[in-house]
Nanobody, 130 residues
Framework: QVQLVESGGGLVQAGGSLRLSCAAS????????MGWFRQAPGKEREFVAA????????YYADSVKGRFTISRDNAKNTVYLQMNSLKPEDTAVYYC???????????????????????WGQGTQVTVSS
């Protein structure tokens, strides 16, 4: 099992940057593919980005491609979401999610479906002012 705790959210002006972190407990973090999702007020939770356990593969929603970067440091049991050129429509609670993937598939991504992830953090609020 793994427990996830997000941090790094806050209030930022449009055009600014934030880096979110997701710290994971558990000795097998490096076996977990990770994802970031977000939920804006009154909207359903949506996919943002995903990364394989090795960090060798990444995937982004079209709405954040070119502005956000997902990365991980397995030695620190942490996954990151660097968010640049933020827009007011990026305002949401951001969640990290994880699930186990085979070591034999270092570039396997879990993708956009929330059902592919068994473990979720509590979320961190990101607010972008115009």
């Amino acid at each position: 099992q793994v427990q996830l705790v997000e941090s790094g959210g806050g209030l930022v002006q449009a055009g600014g940057s934030l880096r979110l972190s997701c710290a994971a407990s558990g000795r097998t973090f490096s076996s977990y593919a990770m994802g970031w999702f977000r939920q804006a007020p009154g909207k359903e939770r949506e996919f943002v980005a995903a990364i394989s356990w090795s960090g060798g593969s990444t995937y982004y929603a079209d709405s954040v491609k070119g502005r956000f970067t997902i990365s991980r440091d397995n030695a620190k049991n942490t996954v990151y979401l660097q968010m640049n050129s933020l827009k007011p429509e990026d305002t949401a609670v951001y969640y990290c999610a994880a699930d186990w993937t085979p070591r034999a598939a270092p570039n396997l991504l879990l993708g956009e479906g929330q059902g592919a992830y068994d473990y979720w953090g509590q979320g961190t609020q990101v607010t972008v002012s115009s």
